[in-house]
């Protein structure tokens, strides 16, 4: 796979690039997009999510039954794990105190 490239221009959006093909001033959710089909194997294993009603009825009483205090413990990871990382962006964002410069510090 060739490399891609993203660019971010300020007036004109986004331009994918790989080899000698580009995509100019795209949106953000275009770009996203062209990524996505440009990165996606042959063999499309996130199709398997897509199930007719009953397909998803039966899912949902096999995994509701039989694990449910997995899914509670995975949901308080998930919990956990978005926390922290607000926490971590907040003290990223903050400013320290004193004479300390914020990029002395990273």
Known sequence: MEKITIELHEKDGFTVSQGNKSAIGLGYDEMLGLISAMTLPEKRGILHWLRTKEENEDWEKRYSSKDVKDKERAEEKYNLFFEVGVLWK????????????????R
């Not at 907040?90 to 004479?99: A, C, H, V, Y």
């Open 90 to 105: 907040n003290l990223l964002q903050s400013k320290p105190s004193g004479d300390q410069d914020i990029d002395k510090l």
